[in-house]
């Protein structure tokens, strides 16, 4: 199995680009990953949220496979902690599969058509974070369930 994380937009803060890369290099150890970052949408001061949305998840969807597993990280998603966040991942990793993939919206996040071709959503925080932030966030505890799996000292209880 590999992981895929999509995400709308690049990372235009050094510090947090440093964070992404260092734990995609750590991620390697355990599972194939790939990041593919989809360029922004360039529709204009006058589009709206709505149109925003519709644009990114046109391009989200052909980015995924008919056999991708795809997961939202979204505010209504369930929360749950590192450790059953280790369990879900190897509960789907054990039903095979090709990829995993995990999809990081934009700022006006998801159109109805991407919340129609996902089976779960998964949320990090009852808090609102910028999507930049969010890909560090998550590529953090994506290494750590991966450490819990591992049995390694990485999470502390």
């Given at each position: ?15 947090l ?40 998840g046109?391009?989200?969807l ?9 997961v939202l ?8 902690t590192?450790q059953?966040?280790s369990e ?6 054990n039903?095979?599969?090709?990829s995993l993939?995990?999809i ?7 159109s109805?058509?991407?919340y129609d071709?996902v ?10 974070f ?14 750590r ?6 049995g390694?000292?990485y999470?502390?209880?």
């Amino acid at each position: 199995m590999k992981i895929k994380v999509l995400t709308i937009g690049k990372t235009d803060v050094p510090y947090l680009q440093e964070g992404i890369d260092q734990y995609l290099k750590r991620l390697v150890h355990y599972i194939p990953v790939e990041m593919i970052c989809i360029p922004d949408i360039r529709a204009g001061k006058s589009a709206s949220p709505d149109h925003m949305k519709e644009q990114e998840g046109n391009i989200l969807l052909r980015h995924l496979a008919v056999t991708d597993t795809a997961v939202l990280l979204d505010e209504r998603g369930k929360q749950m902690t590192s450790q059953a966040f280790s369990e879900y991942l190897r509960r789907t990793m054990n039903q095979g599969g090709r990829s995993l993939t995990f999809i990081i919206g934009g700022a006006f996040g998801f159109s109805g058509a991407v919340y129609d071709r996902v089976k779960e959503k998964i949320s990090l925080s009852p808090m609102t974070f910028p999507h930049q932030l969010v890909r560090l966030i998550f590529l953090e505890q994506l290494y750590r369930a991966f450490t819990i799996l591992k049995g390694e000292s990485y999470h502390h209880i």
